[in-house]
DNA sequence: ACATTTGACACAATCGATTGAAGTAATCTT
DNA sequence: AAGATTACTTCAATCGATTGTGTCAAATGT
């Protein structure tokens, strides 16, 4: 048989197009014998309902859309997993899109959204500060939004994410009892949410130490791997800090491969802290001290967040901001 | 207003449907005023023709569908970012899913994907010497199929694979340059194909230096990370091989740890060279010595065969197994 | 024995967009 | 000026499944 539709099925089987939708949803209005019937034949021709009829009937996709900066890094992936882990369950898919931090990518794909592809979105945003009105448009269209880790404060949804500023101002007070003097912060753009908020850790924890916050310390990294080698090269040889305080795994990596290279050895002559939720952490040369966020168990939260939304659809249903806490492990690479 | 379709747009500015859907779809029968019009009118109220009646009208879903054992890992996170950086550029989007190496989640996600919810799937699969006849079904639907990496031989469709039996004689002989006797094969399931194509490259590079094959050195470990570091630590112990040559990355990581703990000094009592897409390889404690397979571009390559295949659809398109070549790093866990 | 409920299924409208064919007005031919 | 083009635009069937309503017979109630 070249095509199987429910409708070639019903005149096959000798019954009517209804019972056969019905046959597969579960309904009771159906005779056991019947339905069995149906699936079998079914099984055995290898049909399924098509989704795109089902689902321009019913609105629903049963697809979530999972927005990430990137992949290949082990914080994004273990939160796929935890967002999947909860998907699987409830029966949906993901559909996965990556921004590579480009603010145009975003926008677009959100875009795209709205026409009912996904029935919700989870999304750690690429963190630009301009206009964020193309995000509204999902709220006209009753799609909700979680936002995790990475979030933009004007926008009303729920959101997940951690304990930034505390976990940033441990870290950093864990940099200064370990003797450092000159911590410098590394950033991939400080003016963003969490640029900022850890930032914010870091200075506090400076001040309550009484070490002044000296502006030179603070370096803005790029997206591009060789720019922050140079930057950080630069930085290691001009303003020779003691502590390193990483928001950004990356840059702690960049950090590891120039001092490789420049013989700075670590712990003794510069220690170091990243945000960080490397599995292979401690086997690291040296093994990394990391504020490891719980990466997986926010991609369960925040999928649970949006099922929530998604079950109660219709009703309004009240933002949730859910907070969890990162851990601080303390390693080699700032003498532990 | 409360939900814009096609439809209503086409009241709303005293139009028919057909013409605005053919504003949307770029056909040059229309006129550029009344196209702007229409468009202009979107934009502002933010509309999109709705995915799923376009769908089922067209049946092209515009997404593809990745499967892969698992998205913690850099070798398939790297293949995953070249997928969608070709179906990007074709305007395609990625239905992401994991299977854990457990082959009923490959099985039934594959046998939902029956329904048309995407147009094409690109997948690494568990690897289960089963019966895979539940592949077979999709080429009934005519939904192309590409494998990348790990593959099942009995299938008919495109292949993109690397130089896995070369790479592993290569990695071995290396191992045995460095004086290495007695070298342990650290595999997950030396049935599957992967496991096995690997093992015969370390078997005959045994064979050409004069090394007598011993099946004690053969390593099958399994998906659990407790149960592999004990497994390791006691070859480690009992087996005292010079040696570790590990099809997949994850052992390696063990057998780091296991080093470590037991303190066994790498390169000095054991080199290791392993299987590893791992961008910051250099930076392990010690560096590790790679088998590194061009995941990015595997990813390039099996999303370009998938399109060869979608875009000729209904003709007959001959399978291509591209093959592509690995690389190995020598770095300092194996002397280098 | 007659009314009522229930079980099992069929009918047909509907979801929202696409597209071949047909229609209409304007422009061009000769 | 009649016919032929050209350039738009509309009409209406169609994609495949879902579901409220309706039907009919059997089961149950009194």
Same mark, same amino acid.
């Given at each position: ?70 992949i290949?890094n ?12 909860v998907?699987r ?81 441990e ?15 590394? +950033? ?6 969490? $640029?900022?908020?850890r930032?914010?850790?870091?200075? *506090?924890? @400076? !001040? &309550?130490? =009484? ?9 803005d ?41 420049m ?17 292979i ?9 990391? +504020? ?6 926010? $991609? ?7 099922? *929530?939304a @998604? !079950? &109660?659809? =219709?009703q ?21």
């Open positions: 048989m070249d095509h199987i539709t429910i409708k070639t099925l019903a005149k096959k089987l000798g019954i009517s197009t209804s019972t056969i939708s019905r046959a597969f949803n579960g309904s009771t209005d159906i005779n056991k014998d019947t339905r069995d019937r149906i699936l079998d034949y079914a099984k055995k021709h290898n049909f399924l309902p098509n989704h795109y009829a089902s689902n321009l009937r019913d609105k629903k996709s049963k697809t979530l859309a999972v927005i990430v900066p990137e290949v082990d914080f994004f992936a273990q939160a796929i997993n935890g967002i999947e882990e998907a369950k409830k029966g949906f898919y993901i559909l996965l899109y990556r921004t590579d931090d480009v603010f145009e990518k975003e926008v677009s794909f959100v875009n795209y959204l709205n026409n009912g592809k996904a029935d919700g979105i989870i999304m750690s945003v690429s963190g630009e500060a301009n206009d964020h009105n193309y995000m509204r448009a999902l709220a006209q269209k009753n799609i909700p939004v979680v936002f995790f880790d990475r979030v933009y404060e004007d926008i009303d949804v729920s959101k997940v994410t951690t304990n930034d500023y505390e976990a940033s101002f870290a950093t007070e864990h940099l200064i009892h370990t003797g450092c003097k000159r911590i410098a912060y590394l +950033v991939v753009n400080k003016s963003i949410s969490i $640029g900022k908020v930032m914010q850790g870091y200075v *506090d924890a @400076l !001040e &309550k130490h =009484g070490i002044a916050f000296d502006d030179d310390l603070v370096i990294c790029s997206q591009d791997e060789k720019i922050n080698y140079s930057i950080i090269k630069q930085v290691l040889e001009d303003i020779k800090p003691d502590g390193i305080f990483s928001s950004v795994e990356r840059l702690a990596f960049a950090t590891l491969s120039v001092c490789n290279d013989n700075i050895a670590i712990p003794n002559d510069l220690k170091i802290v990243s945000f960080s939720s490397l599995q952490a401690p086997l690291l040369n040296p093994p990394l001290s990391t +504020v490891t966020q719980p990466a997986y168990e926010m $991609g369960i939260k925040a999928a649970t967040l949006l099922f *929530d @998604l !079950e &109660k659809k =219709g309004v249903v009240p933002r949730k901001h859910i907070v969890l806490k990162s851990k601080l492990f303390i390693r080699k690479s700032s003498g532990g």
